[in-house]
C-alpha cells in the first residue's frame, strides 16, 4: 500500500475538528486498506509503530531530525533553522522544502506504509558507536523518496507528534463501521488485547468470528476488571443474591503480571509497562508462579523496612522515579498480592466464574519468601460476618473489603456490580445549616444542596464544613425546601463565618445528620472551618437537637487527624 495514501488521510483528519468528519476519514481509510496491511495502518494512524503499551520511542532529537531534512532536501542546516523559527513545525518545514526540491519529481522508488513502518520501527535498534549518523541516514533515505506531504508525516512520526488529533478511543466506531461489525463486538476485542491494530486485523481477516477468535495472550496487557462502590453490607447482599466472595481491599498499585518462561511483565492498570520499575520483584514472581506462563491480576504494596509493613500507597509511588529505583528498591521492597487469574498455561481463564479462577489461583500460586501471595479472602453470607470482616480489615489498616460476585467471569475493563467496593462509612456528623443553594433540572423548585457548618468552640462561631447535594430522596427534597423556604433570609447570620456565595442563609438553628468518605484538610470549596468532607451524604433531620449540640470544629479535627493516622496504621 502507498504511503500516500495514509499521508492524504493524515492531512485531511489534520484539517478538521469535526468528530463526525474525522471518523469519515478513518473509515474510508480503512476500507481501502488491504487485510495484510492492517496493524501496520491503523498502529501509524495512533502515531507509532508499537501499541500504546509498549514503552518504545524512537529516540531521534529534533536536532537529528533536522540534519536529515537538511540532508534529504539539500537545504542548508540554517535554512531549516529559519523555516523552523517560522512554522515551529519540522513537518511543516519538510514540506516546504521537498516542495522546492528540484528534483522533488524524481523518485527513486514509491515509498509504501510497509517501508515507513519498518523503518521507523527499526530506529531504536540502532545503537552504538555511530548511531547517531546512521539514524539520520536511514531517516533521510526515507525522506528522499517521499512527496512533500508524505515527508512532513514521516517527519512527525519519527518525532511522535502526528497532530492529527486521532486518539484510540476513536478507533472502536470506525473499525466497526468499516468492517461492518457491532461496536461492541470490537470493543471487546480490545478490552482483552489493548491494541487496535490486532483487532482490526482480526476483523478484516474474519469479521466477527475473527473477533471471537482473539483471546488474551501472554505481553499483550488486559484491560483490568474495575469495582462500583456499595453504599453498605445490605446493597452487597442484595445485588450478589445473599452471598458473596470478600477480600481484603489493599492501598498500592494495580498490576498485572505476565510470565512467559523467564520473562516477567508488569502492567499497570493504564497499561504502562513497569516491569524496569520492580526488579526486585522479578524473581520471586518467577519462582512463586508455577505455570510456564501465566497471566495474574494483584495489588503492589510497599513494606517499611524497618517496621515490615504496609506503607500507604504514596511511598509505593515514590519508586516511580526510575533513577532511584535501586536504591528505592532497598529502601522500600515491595510485595504483590495476587487476586485473579487470566490465563494459566494455555487455559484461558477469563470467562469462568470467579470462584474457579480463585481456586485456579491458590493452586498455580506457591509462596516465594512473602514477596509473592494470594489476597486474603472469606466467602460470606451473614451481614455481621462481613462487618466483622471488614473492621478487622480496617483495623489493620486496609482500606476496606472488596466484595465479588461468585458467578461473574473476568469482565475486562468494565466496570459493574460484580465487584463492588466496601469501605468503612466515617461516624456521622451533625452539622447545622447555614445557607442552600438552588438545585438545576430535576431539582429544579428545590434547594439541591445545603451549606453546612460546625461549631468553634474556641469562638462560638459557626464555621463551615461541607456543601452537601446527594443523600436526599426525592420525599426529603420537597419537605426540607418547604421546610426551609419558611425561613430563608438575605444574608448570613452574624454568628457565622461562610466564604460561598449561597442563593438563601438561614440562622443557624437546624441540624442535619451526615455521613462522608474522609475528611479533608483545605479542601477544593473554601470553607471557614479548613476542613472539608469527601462525598457527603444527608442522613436525616435532626429536629431533637439544636446548634449548640452540634459536631465542632474540634472534633472535626480530632476524627481527621485519627483517620489520617488509621490511612498510615500498619499491621500489627
Ligand atoms: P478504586 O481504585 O477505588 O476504584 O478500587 C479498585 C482498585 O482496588 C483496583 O483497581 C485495585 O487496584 C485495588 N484493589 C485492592 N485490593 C483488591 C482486590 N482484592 N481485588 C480487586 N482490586 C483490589
Redesign the pocket.
Known amino acids: 500500500m502507498r504511503y500516500g495514501i495514509l499521508a492524504e488521510a493524515f492531512e485531511k483528519l489534520e484539517k478538521t475538528a469535526s468528530y463526525l468528519e474525522k471518523n469519515l476519514v478513518i473509515v474510508e481509510l480503512l476500507k481501502r486498506t488491504p487485510s495484510e496491511e492492517m496493524e501496520r495502518v491503523v498502529l501509524l494512524l495512533l502515531g507509532r509503530p508499537w501499541p500504546a503499551y509498549v514503552s518504545k520511542e524512537t529516540g531521534v532529537g529534533m536536532q537529528q531530525l533536522k540534519k536529515a531534512v537538511a540532508k534529504a532536501s539539500g537545504y542548508s542546516s540554517s535554512e531549516v533553522d529559519k523555516l523552523m523559527r517560522e512554522t515551529g513545525d519540522l513537518g511543516e518545514v519538510v514540506r516546504q522544502l521537498m516542495a522546492k526540491k528540484r528534483q522533488a519529481t524524481l523518485f527513486a522508488e514509491e515509498l509504501t506504509v510497509e517501508r515507513v513502518f519498518d523503518k521507523v520501527k527499526q530506529l531504536p535498534e540502532i545503537t552504538g558507536e555511530g548511531s547517531v549518523d546512521r539514524k539520520i541516514d536511514l531517516i533521510s533515505e526515507l525522506l528522499t523518496s517521499a512527496r512533500p506531504v508524505e515527508a512532513k508525516f514521516v517527519v512527525r512520526t519519527v518525532l511522535g507528534d502526528l497532530r492529527i488529533g486521532v486518539a484510540e478511543g476513536r478507533l472502536r466506531d470506525a473499525i466497526a463501521k468499516a468492517l461492518n461489525l457491532d461496536p461492541e463486538k470490537v470493543e471487546h476485542a480490545y478490552m482483552l488485547t489493548t491494541d487496535y491494530s490486532v483487532v482490526a486485523k482480526a476483523a478484516a481477516e474474519g469479521g466477527e468470528k475473527g473477533l471471537k477468535r482473539l483471546g488474551v495472550s501472554v505481553g499483550h496487557p488486559v484491560n483490568?476488571m474495575?469495582?462500583q462502590r456499595a453504599e453498605d453490607v445490605d446493597e452487597i447482599l442484595e445485588r450478589m443474591n445473599g452471598k458473596a466472595a470478600f477480600?481484603?481491599?489493599?492501598d498500592?498499585?494495580?498490576i498485572q503480571v505476565h510470565k512467559d518462561g523467564d520473562l516477567i511483565q508488569l502492567f499497570t492498570?493504564r497499561m504502562e509497562d513497569y516491569s524496569s520499575m520492580f526488579p526486585d520483584l522479578t524473581p520471586p514472581l518467577k519462582k512463586s508462579l508455577k505455570p510456564r506462563r501465566a497471566i495474574v491480576d494483584g495489588?503492589l504494596v510497599a513494606i517499611d523496612k524497618r517496621t515490615g509493613k504496609p506503607m500507604p500507597f504514596q511511598e509505593v509511588l515514590k519508586r516511580r522515579r526510575k533513577y532511584e529505583i535501586k536504591e528505592a528498591s532497598e529502601q522500600i521492597p515491595v510485595e504483590i498480592q495476587l487476586?485473579d487469574v487470566l490465563l494459566a498455561d494455555k487455559r484461558t481463564m477469563i470467562d469462568e466464574p470467579y470462584i474457579k479462577r480463585r481456586a485456579m489461583l491458590e493452586k498455580i500460586v506457591a509462596g516465594a519468601e512473602g514477596k509473592v501471595g494470594v489476597?486474603e479472602q472469606r466467602v460470606l453470607s451473614k451481614k455481621d460476618e462481613v462487618q466483622k470482616f471488614l473492621n478487622s480489615a480496617v483495623k489493620i489498616g486496609h482500606e476496606g473489603l472488596?466484595a465479588k460476585d461468585l458467578n461473574s467471569s473476568y469482565r475486562a475493563g468494565k466496570r459493574e456490580f460484580v465487584?463492588l467496593?466496601l469501605k468503612p462509612a466515617m461516624e456521622a456528623l451533625d452539622l447545622v445549616v447555614v445557607g442552600a443553594l438552588y438545585g438545576r433540572g430535576r431539582r429544579a423548585g428545590y434547594y439541591g444542596s445545603y451549606i453546612l457548618g460546625a461549631l468553634d468552640e474556641d469562638t462560638g462561631r459557626f464555621k463551615t464544613v461541607t456543601k452537601c447535594g446527594s443523600g436526599y430522596t426525592d420525599e426529603d427534597l420537597e419537605t426540607l425546601t418547604k421546610l426551609f423556604k419558611e425561613i430563608q433570609v438575605k444574608k448570613p447570620h452574624p454568628d457565622v463565618d461562610i466564604d460561598i456565595e449561597c442563593d438563601v442563609y438561614f440562622d443557624p438553628n437546624a441540624v442535619f445528620e451526615v455521613v462522608y468518605e474522609e475528611i479533608q484538610e483545605s479542601p477544593e470549596l473554601k470553607h471557614t472551618s479548613t476542613f472539608g468532607l469527601r462525598f457527603p451524604r444527608f442522613v436525616k433531620l435532626r429536629p431533637d437537637k439544636g446548634p449548640t449540640d452540634v459536631t465542632t470544629v474540634q472534633e472535626i479535627r480530632e476524627l481527621f487527624e485519627l483517620q489520617e493516622k488509621r490511612k498510615s496504621k500498619t499491621r500489627t
Open positions: 483490568p474495575l469495582a477480600e481484603i481491599k489493599l498500592g498499585i494495580r492498570r495489588e487476586f489476597v472488596l465487584w467496593k
